[in-house]
């Protein structure tokens, strides 16, 4: 055998004992970020567990919660744009869109009249890159006009989308009040 030959067999025998061996070494625990529990570690109480899983459940807002966060900041984006206090109303939109965001973390997924699996951010992205834009990009031109328009397309998406989960009864309306009377719609004087 010639040492050209010897020295390709030599080469792959060790490439292969050092490829079991960096295997062998990548699932021990300790070096594939699982620490082996401490010699005194009790056993995980699952029931103790579960009880503040529901118990944290119980702390955190449901999507009724969320939602009122969302007509509050919608509302009172309609009473900026009315007063052209464009910065206020950039504030308010950003808010309205953080707030459905929020809306479907809380619930993903909901069942329609019928039982059928509706998954609401299939529903927002939609209305996300379509009339909600349309309000964000009146507001960034100052157009009161375009603004108002938008406005009320917005609020026809919002309602599709409470027909479509089986809440016809949720309907919407400009409102005639800002949702919060301590809030100074009038721009400030820069």
Sequence with gaps: MSKYKIAVAIAFVLGIGFGITALSLMTRPSLAGEAPPPPDAKPVDVVALKADVDRLKGMINDQSHVMADVSYHYSNLWFAGQKENWALAQFYIDEVRAHLH????????RKDPKGVEIKLADILSPIEAGNLEDVRKSIAAKDKAKFETSY???????????????KPYLRLQVP???????VNMTPAKE
């Design 176 to 182: 005639e009040h800002p949702e919060s009377p301590i």
């Design 152 to 166: 009320r397309a917005m609020m026809d998406s919002c309602y599709a989308c409470h027909v479509i989960v089986g």
């Design 102 to 109: 929020w809306a479907v973390r809380v619930i993903p997924v």
